[in-house]
């Protein structure tokens, strides 16, 4: 049996392909963007409508790269959770003096 951090490694654990979000009004929310969606592009036309959906490119680019900063960030602060408890030691919460970041 492999392990996860060997699956991980291998690529083929791809958390952000089988990550669905467990609030009961997601599929709704959902479907109501699509139709929207729509509405919208029958109201500007393909050509506006396409430089739209580029903005919203640029915007879902950035919202990425907040996620993927907070996924690491947490990860991080995860594991410094587990070495703490594991190690009984206090000295690893970061204050402005150590200049330790999580």
């Known amino acids: 049996m492999k392990t996860i951090l060997e699956a991980l490694y291998r690529g083929q654990i791809h958390p952000v392909e089988t990550i669905v ?3 009961p009004e997601y ?10 969606t729509e509405q919208w592009r029958e109201r500007l036309g393909e050509e506006t409508f396409r430089e739209l959906e580029e903005y919203f490119d640029l915007c879902d680019s ?3 790269m907040h996620v993927e900063a907070a996924f690491l960030h947490g990860f991080r602060l995860g594991a410094n959770l587990l070495i ?6 206090e ?3 970061p204050n402005a003096a ?3 970041s999580l």
């Open 21 to 23: 979000p467990s609030q």
């Open 27 to 36: 599929r709704s929310v959902s479907r109501q963007v699509a139709a929207q």
């Open 62 to 64: 950035v919202d990425s």
């Open 84 to 89: 703490e408890v594991m190690s009984n030691r």
């Open 91 to 93: 000295e690893f919460v």
């Open 98 to 100: 150590s200049g330790m």
